[in-house]
């Protein structure tokens, strides 16, 4: 499987794990799905022999509609065929969130080989992360860390 680079904006097949408000410890609903990388950060991994990892930050993509106290950003139909989403409503949610590092349980999405969907347009990325910021800001444990 050919490796985007890891960069805000885009969309890969990722094996999220639903953590939070209302969900199970984690790791109870890990299911790979079309995912939204809104953060990407290169550290130094001290307890790897000081190796240098990109750490990713991912916000999922689903079908399901939010809850209460769930935040969503819909996904415009024009974006979704873009990206080659399902022709279902499909909803990112800035209410989850999991940092994992790169390219750690990425998976090809289904009937292809790729991993990688595309990049969301530069406006509808931008209001997701506003909204994510701001979420974050009432929730600072939203982020649910995998790896590191």
Same mark, same amino acid.
């Given at each position: 499987?050919?490796?985007?680079?890891?960069?805000?904006?885009? /969309?890969?097949?990722? &094996?999220?794990?639903?953590? &939070?408000?209302?969900?199970?410890?984690?790791? +109870?609903?890990?299911?790979?799905?079309?995912? @939204?990388?809104?953060?990407?950060?290169?550290?130094? $991994?001290?307890?790897? &022999?000081?190796?240098?990892?990109?750490? /990713?930050?991912?916000?999922?993509?689903?079908?399901?509609?939010?809850? *209460? &106290?769930?935040?969503?950003? +819909?996904?415009?139909?024009?974006?979704?065929?873009? @990206?080659? @989403?399902?022709?279902? *409503?499909?909803?990112?949610? =800035?209410?989850?969130?999991? $940092? +994992? +590092?790169?390219?750690?349980?990425?998976?090809?999405?289904?009937?292809? =080989?790729?991993?990688?969907?595309?990049?969301?347009?530069?406006? @509808?990325?931008?209001?997701?992360?506003?909204?994510?910021?701001?979420?974050?800001?009432?929730?600072?444990?939203?982020?649910?860390?995998?790896?590191?």
């Amino acid at each position: 499987m050919r490796l985007p680079p890891p960069e805000i904006g885009r /969309v890969v097949h990722y &094996g999220f794990v639903w953590a &939070g408000a209302g969900r199970a410890a984690p790791p +109870d609903a890990a299911k790979s799905r079309p995912c @939204l990388i809104v953060d990407v950060e290169e550290i130094v $991994e001290r307890d790897a &022999g000081s190796r240098p990892v990109k750490r /990713v930050t991912y916000l999922p993509i689903s079908h399901t509609p939010p809850r *209460k &106290g769930e935040e969503t950003i +819909d996904v415009p139909v024009r974006v979704a065929q873009h @990206l080659g @989403l399902t022709r279902e *409503k499909s909803y990112i949610y =800035t209410s989850y969130a999991v $940092e +994992d +590092d790169w390219p750690f349980d990425l998976e090809a999405r289904p009937g292809s =080989t790729e991993c990688d969907y595309g990049l969301v347009p530069p406006r @509808l990325f931008e209001a997701v992360a506003e909204n994510f910021a701001a979420y974050l800001k009432r929730h600072p444990q939203t982020t649910h860390k995998r790896s590191g």
